[in-house]
């Protein structure tokens, strides 16, 4: 953390605040604000989270990056939110678990779990009480994690349905028309069909397969996970409306919706 103090300092200045300021949103003591500043107090991990939000920074940035060696722009382009930490072109360091031969298990997130993982996504503490389980068929190279959907928002892939999925660190990387389950600041865990629009404007535009929903976007700053969907197990038995020639119609209809929505915006 030998960047932190002289980070929190440089940001305050920029945005034109005292100590005073800054403690007083953060709810600290100016004197511990001075502290940290100075690099004789250490923050905790609720602190991090206060100065991440309250600077718009990511928590890796804060801490791994001197911020007095970026040029202008860089600094501009991070407080508007293009953090490069926030935005996925860095490595994540995730909670995780292992079985007894030291192999990452598959944990499970279930529809009542999903509340208590929307703040313990990142506590090691939370993570190891889940229910965990394994896919010999999987890559051990990968990272996995099952989440429980529920509502009928992705239909055909029926409500309580365990979707399994594939962690992903680089959200530049995300494909679009692909699934993915993306954790986010508002919404806590959704499984949408993605169109990746992170260069342009920084956001994810998520769609659900049911088409009685609108499609709506989401910041990245706002997200917190990305997963890409492997398979999804279900104890429904698949009908008609469930079947595989079904879902592929779904897919290439909402396929056609965003080819007419891009070429519509074209036009403008």
Do not use: C
């Given at each position: 953390?030998?960047?932190?103090?002289?980070?929190?300092?440089?940001?305050?200045?920029?945005?034109?605040?005292?100590?005073?300021?800054?403690?007083?949103?953060l709810g600290l003591k100016r004197s511990t604000l001075s502290g940290y500043e100075n690099g004789v107090a250490q923050p905790g991990l609720e602190?991090?989270?206060?100065?991440?939000?309250?600077?718009?920074?990511?928590?890796?940035?804060?801490?791994?990056?001197?911020?007095?060696?970026?040029?202008?722009?860089?600094?501009?382009?991070?407080?508007r939110g293009y953090d490069v930490y926030l935005t996925g072109g860095e490595l994540r360091v995730l909670a995780t678990t292992v079985d007894r031969d030291n192999e990452e298990n598959i944990e499970m997130v279930s529809e009542k779990a999903k509340a208590g993982y929307r703040a313990g996504f990142a506590d090691p503490e939370f993570i190891k009480v889940l229910p965990a389980f394994q896919m010999p068929f999987l890559s051990k190279q990968k990272k996995y994690r099952s989440f429980q959907i529920s509502g009928d928002s992705m239909l055909p892939i029926p409500e309580g349905s365990w979707v399994t999925c594939e962690f992903v660190q680089n959200w530049h990387?995300?494909?679009?028309?692909?699934?993915?389950?993306?954790?986010?600041?508002?919404?806590?865990?959704?499984?949408?069909?993605?169109?990746?629009?992170?260069?342009?404007?920084?956001?994810?535009?998520?769609?659900s397969l049911n088409p009685i929903y609108e499609p709506y976007d989401v910041h990245?700053?706002?997200?917190?996970?990305?997963?890409?969907?492997?398979?999804?197990?279900?104890?429904?038995?698949?009908?008609?409306?469930?079947?595989?020639?079904?879902?592929?119609?779904?897919?290439?209809?909402?396929?056609?919706?965003?080819?007419?929505?891009?070429e519509a915006k074209s036009k403008k």
């Open positions: 953390m030998e960047h932190f103090g002289s980070n929190i300092k440089l940001l305050r200045k920029r945005r034109g605040r005292t100590q005073d300021d800054v403690a007083h949103a602190t991090l989270v206060s100065f991440s939000g309250y600077f718009n920074v990511s928590i890796d940035t804060l801490v791994k990056t001197n911020l007095a060696t970026l040029q202008e722009s860089q600094l501009s382009q991070l407080e990387l995300i494909r679009d028309r692909h699934a993915y389950v993306i954790h986010t600041l508002d919404d806590g865990v959704v499984f949408k069909v993605v169109e990746n629009k992170i260069k342009k404007d920084g956001t994810l535009r998520l769609y990245v700053n706002d997200v917190r996970e990305v997963w890409k969907f492997v398979n999804y197990i279900s104890s429904e038995m698949p009908g008609e409306e469930a079947s595989q020639q079904e879902l592929a119609r779904q897919v290439n209809r909402l396929r056609k919706d965003v080819d007419e929505l891009r």
